[in-house]
């Protein structure tokens, strides 16, 4: 127990020293932060940007612009203002001025209307030096159908009511429901808004903390068998002692790195100003179910213990460190399968695909917990979810604990399958 | 007892017989040796010995016990393909190696640091291994194996890739070490350390122990067959004399070699010349441990 302490000291001490580990996590500390304050960053911006102005000639028809001008000025988060201009005799002129406004940085761009006897509405081409201002051309597009549409209904002899009835835009709510109990959790479009961005965060943190973790180990011990040091250390330590020692060491260096990214996280998230960033966005962390924390404490010890005791029989059958990357192909790919499941699982949370793949060991950890954040799975397919996964665990521990034992006496060209059970067999592991 | 003892060991690596029977026994101070070219059955013997792989047949015993977990702690190992973590700080890597043999911290540290002092290299206590010369590297290697205070040490190749200086540094020290009782397996390729601290040697032949012994009897079962005659002029016709195999002359001119078929001759030898000139040097060379090896290696290899 000493000697298995002492590895997991060592595993942990060196690794937090690490200079790269160290720069690694403050970059990573630091991108978080900022994408926490970038709404808020964003926000402080727009503020001070206002409305786009656009500019429009007075006398090229009034009975359009004038409508247009006034429902936009009326609307007060309006993204764009007109802004009219006097005529100046000719068409060239006109635009000249218009030109010149843009250039004095008074307007953004400017509009000219053109009658257009087909449609019986003007035709309207928005000018500007920009491409493609989606934001402006759509802005004036729901403007003028409103104007259109008045427009029509004016001589239809509706009363008031009627039009604001026919003019209010139409508002679509989603509700999730649970069927598989009678009482309907029933979450708000925020409170599934809050679920899937916690999904999807815990996610990327799940392999995050599963799979790079992970790799590391195999690094690790391929660079202990590529100095030679391991030629020492299998002779001080059980073999097993020292793997399960190092498994556990690199698990409390992710844990610590991951509760560093909480920490900043909350942190910037309670800033006083990003609290009330959440709060007119409706979101509250207490109104995730708190299983799902639990949950995903659950599989990302599961996930990680799965996948380090792979990595780790990975680590230990390759000599030199240059060769790892390629023989740990196998497993990289089993891994991004899972995390590429749960990421584009998102919206499709009930799809075969995402079940099938929330009952494979080396998938559930994404995909059981994508299911259970964003729909309903039943009990029993959780626990079997999780009995799998045990099963597994087990078994690949079993594995690759026999693996290390023989691998990491195991010098030279990487052994094939056949190889490694003749020494293990050899080896008496 | 004596502290460690192999009784008919043998190990298959699939078809390949990697160590055939082998048995030996080394006594507490003492240094043995083992021998044999590269891939003769040395570090398979070495890892048997230190538990890292399982003799097929036969048995090793330390202090009349078999291997277990325990006995980890009193051996002490320097592999022959030496590696410690070149990133790590020496104190932190050597302690940590000395805790995995179950050394307490406090204990690991005084050791290291006396040492280090023992070897005049007390500076590197906080530096890493990546900024040692070879020669320090290895004396930290070195260090690493003998700091928990081991009965039993087992060194591959010792002095491999030292300077001379270095190479009389860690003798004297391997030889302090017998001296305070240890029990020492040896292994290497220059005869002429085994001629220096080995009392008893076994060399190995494709996984045969082919001769085995105290040196001085194992000198003794072997002929001299090497002479050495010195004079000013030169001396004519020894190849003539009966017996002989091969005169070469010395590089400095004032004498020869001659190698012999049995000890009789290098008396006629010795009247042949006396007829000729007044020798300057008669000697009749016992066989040198490479001669040894040589012979008895390269006999089973035609």
Same mark, same amino acid.
């Given at each position: 127990?000493?000697?298995?302490?002492?590895?997991?000291?060592?595993?942990?001490?060196?690794?937090?020293?690490?200079?790269?580990?160290?720069?690694?996590?403050?970059?990573?500390?630091?991108?978080?932060?900022?994408?926490?304050?970038?709404?808020?960053?964003?926000?402080?911006?727009?503020?001070?940007?206002?409305?786009?102005?656009?500019?429009?000639?007075?006398?090229?028809?009034?009975?359009?612009?004038?409508?247009?001008?006034?429902?936009?000025?009326?609307?007060?988060?309006?993204?764009?203002?007109?802004?009219?201009?006097?005529?100046?005799?000719?068409?060239?002129?006109?635009?000249?001025?218009?030109?010149?406004?843009?250039?004095?940085?008074?307007?953004?761009?400017?509009?000219?209307?053109?009658?257009?006897?087909?449609? +019986?509405?003007?035709?309207?081409?928005?000018?500007?030096?920009?491409?493609?201002?989606?934001?402006?051309?759509?802005?004036?597009?729901?403007?003028?159908?409103?104007?259109?549409?008045?427009?029509?209904?004016?001589?239809?002899?509706?009363?008031?009511?009627?039009?604001?009835?026919?003019?209010?835009?139409?508002?679509?709510?989603?509700?999730?429901?649970?069927?598989?109990?009678?009482?309907?959790? +029933?979450?708000?479009?925020?409170?599934?808004?809050?679920?899937?961005?916690?999904?999807?965060?815990?996610?990327?943190?799940?392999?995050?903390?599963?799979?790079?973790?992970?790799?590391?180990?195999?690094?690790?011990?391929?660079?202990?068998?590529?100095?030679?040091?391991?030629?020492?250390?299998?002779?001080?330590?059980?073999?097993?002692?020292?793997?399960?020692?190092?498994?556990?060491?690199?698990?409390?260096? +992710?844990?610590?790195?991951?509760?560093?990214?909480?920490?900043?996280?909350?942190?910037?998230?309670?800033?006083?100003?990003?609290?009330?960033?959440?709060?007119?966005?409706?979101?509250?962390?207490?109104?995730?179910?708190?299983?799902?924390?639990?949950?995903?404490?659950?599989?990302?010890?599961?996930?990680?213990?799965?996948?380090?005791?792979?990595?780790?029989?990975?680590?230990?059958?390759?000599?030199?460190?240059?060769?790892?990357?390629?023989?740990?192909?196998?497993?990289?790919?089993?891994?991004?399968?899972?995390?590429?499941? +749960?990421?584009?699982?998102?919206?499709?949370?009930?799809?075969?695909?995402?079940?099938?793949?929330?009952?494979?060991?080396?998938?559930?950890?994404?995909?059981?917990?994508?299911?259970?954040?964003?729909?309903?799975?039943?009990?029993?397919?959780?626990?079997?979810?999780?009995?799998?996964?045990?099963?597994?665990?087990?078994?690949?521990?079993?594995?690759?604990?026999?693996?290390?034992?023989?691998?990491?006496?195991?010098?030279?060209?990487?052994?094939?399958?056949?190889?490694?059970?003749?020494?293990?067999?050899?080896?008496?592991? | 007892?004596?502290?460690?003892?192999?009784?008919?060991?043998?190990?298959?690596?699939?078809?390949?017989?990697?160590?055939?029977?082998?048995?030996?026994?080394?006594?507490?101070?003492?240094?043995?040796?083992?021998?044999?070219?590269?891939?003769?059955?040395?570090?398979?013997?070495?890892?048997?010995?230190?538990?890292?792989?399982?003799?097929?047949?036969?048995?090793?015993?330390?202090?009349?016990?078999?291997?277990?977990?325990?006995?980890?702690?009193?051996?002490?190992?320097?592999?022959?393909?030496?590696?410690?973590?070149?990133?790590?700080?020496?104190?932190?890597?050597?302690?940590?190696?000395?805790?995995?043999?179950?050394?307490?911290?406090?204990?690991?540290?005084?050791?290291?640091?006396?040492?280090?002092?023992?070897?005049?290299?007390?500076?590197?206590?906080?530096?890493?291994?990546?900024?040692?010369?070879?020669?320090?590297?290895?004396?930290?290697?070195?260090?690493?194996?003998?700091?928990?205070?081991?009965?039993?040490?087992?060194?591959?190749?010792?002095?491999?890739?030292?300077?001379?200086?270095?190479?009389?540094?860690?003798?004297?020290?391997?030889?302090?070490?017998?001296?305070?009782?240890?029990?020492?397996?040896?292994?290497?390729?220059?005869?002429?350390?085994?001629?220096?601290?080995?009392?008893?040697?076994?060399?190995?032949?494709?996984?045969?122990?082919?001769?085995?012994?105290?040196?001085?009897?194992?000198?003794?079962?072997?002929?001299?067959?090497?002479?050495?005659?010195?004079?000013?002029?030169?001396?004519?016709?020894?190849?003539?004399?009966?017996?002989?195999?091969?005169?070469?002359?010395?590089?400095?001119?004032?004498?020869?070699?001659?190698?012999?078929?049995?000890?009789?001759?290098?008396?006629?030898?010795?009247?042949?010349?006396?007829?000729?000139?007044?020798?300057?040097?008669?000697?009749?060379?016992?066989?040198?441990?490479?001669?040894?090896?040589?012979?008895?290696?390269?006999?089973?290899?035609?």
């Amino acid at each position: 127990m000493n000697n298995f302490m002492a590895v997991v000291g060592f595993t942990l001490r060196n690794k937090l020293r690490t200079k790269s580990f160290v720069v690694i996590t403050i970059i990573i500390a630091v991108i978080l932060s900022i994408g926490v304050n970038l709404p808020y960053i964003i926000s402080q911006f727009k503020s001070e940007e206002g409305a786009t102005q656009v500019g429009y000639i007075a006398s090229n028809i009034p009975e359009v612009a004038e409508p247009l001008k006034a429902y936009l000025g009326a609307n007060e988060g309006s993204k764009v203002q007109l802004v009219s201009y006097p005529d100046a005799g000719s068409q060239d002129a006109n635009e000249q001025a218009l030109k010149q406004a843009i250039k004095d940085g008074k307007i953004k761009g400017y509009i000219v209307l053109e009658e257009d006897a087909a449609t +019986g509405f003007p035709k309207v081409t928005y000018k500007s030096e920009n491409m493609m201002e989606s934001g402006i051309t759509g802005a004036l597009r729901t403007a003028l159908q409103a104007v259109k549409t008045e427009n029509v209904i004016k001589d239809a002899g509706l009363s008031d009511a009627q039009k604001a009835l026919l003019l209010m835009p139409i508002q679509i709510e989603a509700a999730q429901i649970s069927v598989t109990d009678n009482v309907g959790t +029933g979450k708000t479009v925020e409170q599934q808004g809050l679920a899937m961005g916690f999904v999807y965060a815990m996610i990327i943190v799940l392999f995050m903390g599963i799979f790079v973790t992970s790799q590391m180990i195999a690094t690790e011990i391929t660079a202990e068998k590529s100095s030679r040091v391991m030629e020492i250390l299998v002779t001080s330590v059980a073999p097993l002692k020292q793997m399960f020692g190092k498994i556990t060491g690199m698990f409390l260096v +992710g844990l610590l790195q991951i509760v560093v990214y909480i920490v900043v996280f909350l942190v910037n998230v309670s800033l006083p100003h990003n609290k009330a960033l959440l709060a007119g966005w409706n979101l509250n962390f207490g109104d995730l179910d708190p299983m799902l924390y639990v949950y995903a404490l659950i599989f990302y010890l599961t996930g990680y213990f799965l996948y380090s005791t792979l990595c780790a029989a990975v680590g230990s059958i390759v000599s030199r460190t240059e060769d790892l990357a390629q023989a740990m192909m196998p497993v990289t790919m089993l891994a991004m399968v899972g995390f590429y499941i +749960g990421i584009f699982g998102m919206t499709a949370a009930d799809s075969t695909l995402v079940k099938v793949a929330s009952f494979i060991p080396f998938f559930s950890p994404f995909a059981m917990f994508l299911r259970i954040g964003l729909t309903e799975p039943a009990w029993w397919e959780i626990v079997l979810t999780l009995g799998l996964l045990a099963v597994t665990i087990f078994v690949l521990g079993w594995i690759s604990a026999k693996i290390y034992r023989t691998g990491v006496l195991m010098y030279g060209k990487r052994p094939t399958f056949k190889e490694l059970r003749k020494a293990m067999k050899a080896y008496k592991v | 007892m004596k502290p460690l003892a192999l009784e008919r060991v043998s190990k298959q690596y699939g078809e390949k017989t990697a160590v055939n029977q082998i048995s030996l026994d080394v006594g507490a101070g003492e240094i043995y040796g083992l021998l044999g070219a590269n891939g003769a059955g040395k570090t398979t013997t070495m890892r048997m010995v230190l538990g890292l792989i399982y003799p097929d047949s036969g048995k090793i015993l330390y202090k009349g016990k078999p291997y277990s977990q325990e006995q980890l702690s009193m051996l002490g190992y320097l592999p022959e393909e030496r590696g410690m973590y070149p990133k790590v700080k020496i104190s932190d890597q050597v302690i940590y190696l000395a805790q995995l043999r179950g050394m307490a911290r406090k204990d690991a540290d005084r050791n290291l640091k006396a040492w280090l002092e023992k070897f005049n290299i007390s500076e590197y206590y906080n530096m890493k291994i990546e900024e040692l010369s070879k020669g320090n590297q290895q004396k930290i290697q070195f260090i690493a194996s003998v700091i928990h205070d081991p009965q039993i040490l087992i060194l591959d190749e010792a002095f491999s890739g030292l300077d001379p200086v270095n190479v009389e540094l860690l003798k004297k020290t391997v030889k302090e070490l017998r001296d305070g009782g240890k029990t020492i397996l040896f292994s290497t390729h220059r005869m002429e350390h085994v001629e220096e601290l080995c009392r008893n040697i076994t060399i190995m032949h494709r996984s045969n122990p082919v001769i085995q012994g105290s040196l001085k009897e194992i000198k003794k079962q072997f002929n001299r067959e090497r002479v050495i005659l010195g004079a000013d002029v030169p001396i004519h016709g020894l190849e003539g004399v009966a017996g002989v195999k091969k005169v070469e002359e010395l590089e400095q001119g004032n004498g020869y070699t001659i190698w012999i078929d049995r000890e009789e001759t290098a008396q006629e030898l010795l009247h042949h010349a006396m007829k000729q000139t007044v020798l300057t040097r008669f000697e009749l060379l016992e066989p040198t441990l490479n001669e040894i090896f040589i012979r008895s290696v390269g006999e089973s290899n035609e």
